[in-house]
């Protein structure tokens, strides 16, 4: 049957396939016809959707073809290039173009970009870093940053943005929406997993990942040597990779900036453990962690962050442990080797969906948004929500770990 079904928005024509669809599936797509026509479309300001099916009548277009920007922003991390390649191939999909901004907020202000086709997105997704390149640039701190962001956005021809980043390049998408209607949605990022109104963050599973398996062969020098090995971790203000990698490597303490154990304590839980014969330890520090006599230094980045792993946490840490157990202690800073390489499943997975709804989110017209998981269900959520405060560790997950303490 090549029929047509009438609807308020006028007549639509079913492609000759159609024939082969069940009854049932013929009056479920009648009702999302009825649907859609009583949608409004936000690139034609309210007026009603057309009605277009794609030649697979898997898809209905809510707009004509548009052209979406993608920035990946901040530090670099497993499952960037999974997002960037979801994005395209769903955005293609649609008729959509789709344009790379090259490192971040820096490519818009100083308009760098390079055109997405199917052949730049193929072969990403086990790919670690990001092809488009990342920086920390944060256009509210340049002179005339945001007049050229919004100037290259437009005369680029971008009718959306989809940025993917952490808290400081989602912060300046909130900003940037909230102050101009950018038409910007955003894909939460970072291995620190400290974005609120998301469950996870993509890469945060591989970096514990790495740092677990980190743990488990520093376990076999502590054991063969009788050390204290003291293993520090990123993570920035948050002790999410400490937390779950240290519970899931043993480790017999776990200091992290959100539950601050004293130095005293866990040098009591170090004795009282090789008081019971176990002549040796592990000992995870979050970079972020608060020890007296330490201060921060270093360089601040765009948006106020210091450079932590520059703090020295762990080495300070190992030399104090020594110094007051008399127990032989080595340190490893574990360092950027967690954010580099390739995304585990779990990350990949995660990442394409995200990548997924947030194109969907653009084809919708629906900006201001995050992708988000809550549960097992990918939703959204406001940028707003999401870059208003920080995720940090709960006490429950916290009294995981410090059950298995000394
Ligand atoms: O936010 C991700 C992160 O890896 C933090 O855990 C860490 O403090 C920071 O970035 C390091 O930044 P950089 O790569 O600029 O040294």
């Known amino acids: 049957m090549a029929g047509s079904i009438e609807t308020t928005a006028g007549t639509c024509n079913l492609e000759p396939h159609t024939t082969l669809l069940p009854v049932a599936k013929l009056l479920l797509l009648r009702a999302e016809v009825a649907e859609l026509a ?57 008729g959509h173009e789709v344009v790379g901004v090259r490192e971040g907020w ?43 962001v919004r100037e290259r956005f437009r005369t680029a021809g971008l ?3 989809v940025a993917i980043g952490g ?49 488990d062969r520093l376990h076999t020098t502590a054991e063969s040597h009788n050390r204290v090995m003291v293993v520090e971790v990123m993570g ?13 490597g043993g480790a017999d303490v776990i200091l992290i900036p959100e539950h601050p154990v004293s130095l005293d304590d866990a040098c009591k839980e170090i004795r009282h453990r090789h008081a019971r014969g176990k002549d040796f330890s592990i000992v995870v520090v979050s970079e972020g962690y608060e020890l007296d006599g330490l201060d921060d230094q270093g360089d601040v980045d765009e948006f106020g962050h210091t450079r932590l ?19 032989e202690t080595r340190v490893t800073v574990l360092g950027h080797v967690q954010r580099g390489g390739s995304p585990t499943p779990r990350d990949r997975v995660l ?41 940090t560790v709960p006490d429950d997950w916290y009294e995981v770990a410090r059950a298995f303490f000394g």
């Open 236 to 248: 920035r203000q948050t002790g999410w990779i400490a937390v779950v990698s240290g519970i899931a």
């Open 106 to 148: 820096r490519g818009l202000v100083e308009g760098r970009f390079e055109p997405l086709g199917p052949r730049e997105v193929s072969g990403l997704l086990p790919r670690g870093g990001t092809i488009l390149g990342t920086s920390r640039t944060n256009p509210y701190k340049v002179d005339g940053g945001v007049e050229a």
């Open 38 to 94: 009583d949608a409004p479309d936000s690139k034609s300001g309210g007026a009603r959707a057309p009605c277009g099916f794609d030649s697979h009548l898997r898809h209905y277009s809510r707009m004509p073809p548009v052209k979406v920007g993608v920035l990946t922003g901040g530090g670099d991390c497993p499952g960037l290039n999974a997002v960037i390649r979801a994005v395209a191939r769903q955005s293609f999909r649609r």
């Open 309 to 327: 792993s520059e703090r020295g946490v762990g080495a300070r840490l190992a030399s104090e442990i020594e110094s007051r157990t008399g127990f």
């Open 167 to 215: 808290e400081d390049t989602l912060g300046v998408a909130t900003r940037l929406h909230a102050e101009h209607e950018f038409p910007v949605v955003g894909v939460p990022k970072t291995i620190d997993n400290d974005l609120s109104a998301t469950d996870y963050t993509f890469g945060f599973d591989t970096a514990v990942f790495i740092s677990t398996e980190a743990i």
């Open 351 to 391: 990442a394409t969906r995200y990548g997924l709804k947030a194109a969907d989110l653009v084809h919708e017209g629906r900006y201001g948004r995050m992708a988000a998981l809550h549960g097992d269900s990918i939703v959204d959520v406001s940028l707003a929500e999401a870059t208003a405060r920080l995720k």
């Open 159 to 161: 009718d959306a943005l």
